[in-house]
């Protein structure tokens, strides 16, 4: 037995034959009591597999996710704010590369799960406020995984405070930091809950989108123009008004990002997306 925490073996991308819901099976389990073992001795890893195990052959990834945080709840101390620290000391380090990462950061799901199910409610936390803690969590997984799910709720609940945090991360030294800024306040993220008051008006993540348009980070760009191209599906104006300020002073490096944004409407030949990509070229 090592004395580090682990990831479970996975492949880089999904396999013929194979379910992404298979990533947290049998062995990311044994791992997940492994690193939870290493820093809360008390910790009833075998009853935690036997629980965790139990039921999991028919759910999805996400569904795992859910089921794997419901039996840390269970195992691990009733206070979420000691709950979430021992996790905190269970990760294994933070990611350095942005592009290539493989499937093996999806043993962090049922992390962001914990956090998104029991970090907001004082109920929880001895009738004390979680969202510091919640926040710190998230900084930590989203540097091992992606906190782009478990921000949601937040945002949704507390709009306003967790803009507030996001708006400070937008100058973090971590790509993966800063990824989330943008890719967690999406408005129609797939895969994730969507959030209604940024579909309606995404105007109060404009800030965020502004401060990471030039990003020295493909990989927080990239999310930077997904985001645009999200905003486009219901506020096409808002987002060609966006991309046409952008435009001036642009480097070629923003204008990847701009025709990029627009790419969706370009192909159904929305006159205003087609002259800003010719305009970006």
Same mark, same amino acid.
């Given at each position: 037995m090592t004395s580090t925490p682990r990831l479970p073996s996975a492949p880089h991308s999904i396999q013929k034959g194979m379910s992404l819901a298979d990533l947290l099976d049998r062995e990311a389990i044994d791992c997940l009591a492994h690193n939870i073992s290493l820093v809360y001795p008390t910790f009833d890893g075998k009853a935690f597999q036997r629980t965790a195990r139990n039921g999991l052959k028919p759910l999805s990834i996400l569904q795992r996710g859910h089921h794997l945080a419901r039996t840390l709840r269970e195992y691990l101390p009733e206070c979420y704010n000691d709950a979430v620290h021992i996790l905190i000391q269970s990760l294994t380090p933070p990611q350095t590369a942005t592009e290539d990462l493989g499937l093996g950061v999806f043993f962090y799901l049922p992390h962001v799960s914990f956090v998104a199910t029991y970090g907001m409610d004082p109920e929880h936390n001895r009738g004390h406020d979680p969202f510091e803690i919640s926040m710190a969590a998230q900084y930590e997984l989203t540097r091992r995984f992606s906190a782009e799910f478990s921000i949601r709720p937040f945002l949704i609940r507390w709009p306003e405070r967790t803009l507030a945090q996001l708006v400070t991360w937008t100058d973090d030294p971590d790509p993966h930091v800063r990824r989330l800024c943008s890719e967690g306040t999406r408005p129609r993220l797939?895969?994730?809950?969507?959030?209604?008051?940024?579909?309606?008006?995404?105007?109060?993540?404009?800030?965020?989108? /502004?401060?990471?348009?030039? +990003?020295? +980070?493909?990989?927080?760009?990239?999310?930077?123009?997904?985001?645009?191209?999200?905003?486009? !599906?219901?506020?096409?104006?808002?987002?060609?008004?966006?991309? /046409?300020?952008?435009? /001036?002073?642009?480097?070629?490096?923003?204008?990847?990002?701009?025709?990029?944004?627009?790419?969706?409407?370009?192909?159904?030949?929305?006159?205003?997306?087609?002259?800003?990509?010719?305009?970006? !070229?």
């Open positions: 797939p895969w994730a809950i969507r959030i209604p008051a940024f579909i309606k008006d995404p105007r109060p993540v404009l800030p965020i989108l /502004e401060a990471l348009k030039d +990003d020295p +980070d493909l990989y927080v760009r990239r999310s930077v123009a997904n985001h645009i191209s999200d905003i486009a !599906k219901d506020h096409p104006r808002l987002a060609f008004e966006l991309c /046409e300020r952008w435009l /001036e002073g642009a480097t070629k490096e923003r204008k990847w990002l701009l025709r990029h944004a627009v790419r969706h409407p370009a192909k159904k030949g929305v006159k205003a997306a087609l002259r800003i990509r010719r305009l970006a !070229k």
